[in-house]
């Protein structure tokens, strides 16, 4: 069962818990990360999901039931860079210490609202962008075992080469890829 997600307002100004399911069913307002993480070459990293769309690693901020309380936004991005890039275990260290190691390597780049259509259905998500600058020393990601998410063919994109992949095929890539390209002036079209 999936923990619940932190369902809030039109403002953000609210936390409380909410099922998966009830906040894309019915559109209510819940916060997500993204992450952009580039390499010293400016370059972006991508993978593909198992339904082939490329996407950045992100994903739901999650209600802490233990604690009573939401996941900051964050929180939230650490673990999921954690999880989505299995770095646990690609790092060989306890998830305490990957969270720390990360720390003081995000850097928030914007808030926005994401009400572009998902396959989850209604899109209505406060998101936290945070940018990562990927060090060499901790290793080439596009070599990790990633996450039993369905994360496959990692791969870092120039701008020129995600542009051009988006426009070829604008329904193979997910919100999250569709909005970093919108800040950027690169308008994708929902389908062609």
Known sequence: MLPPLVA????????????????HTRGIPHR???????????????????DKRLEIP??????????????????AALRELGEE?????NWKMPVGDVVARLKGHLHPVVKTVN??????????EWVTVYGVNWLDEW????????????????QWLT??????????????????VRLLLRRRNIPIPLAT
């Not at 100004?13 to 998966?20: H, K, N, R």
């Not at 009400?115 to 209505?124: E, I, R, T």
């Open 159 to 176: 701008i020129n080469e995600l542009k051009e992949l988006s426009l070829a095929n604008p329904m193979g890539i997910n919100s999250a």
């Open 85 to 89: 890039l299995n770095l646990s275990y």
């Open 115 to 124: 009400q572009l259509p998902g396959l989850q259905g209604n899109n209505n």
């Open 58 to 75: 992100g994903g739901h901020v999650e209600w802490m039931e233990s604690e009573d309380r939401p996941e900051s936004y964050e929180e």
């Open 139 to 154: 290793g080439d990601p596009c070599k990790f075992r990633l996450s039993e998410e369905g994360n496959h063919e990692p």
């Open 8 to 23: 809030t307002d039109a403002t953000d100004s609210v936390a409380y818990p909410m099922d998966f399911v009830a906040v």
């Open 32 to 50: 997500v990360v993204h992450l952009e993480i580039t390499n010293n070459a400016g370059n972006i990293f991508v993978c593909r999901r198992e």
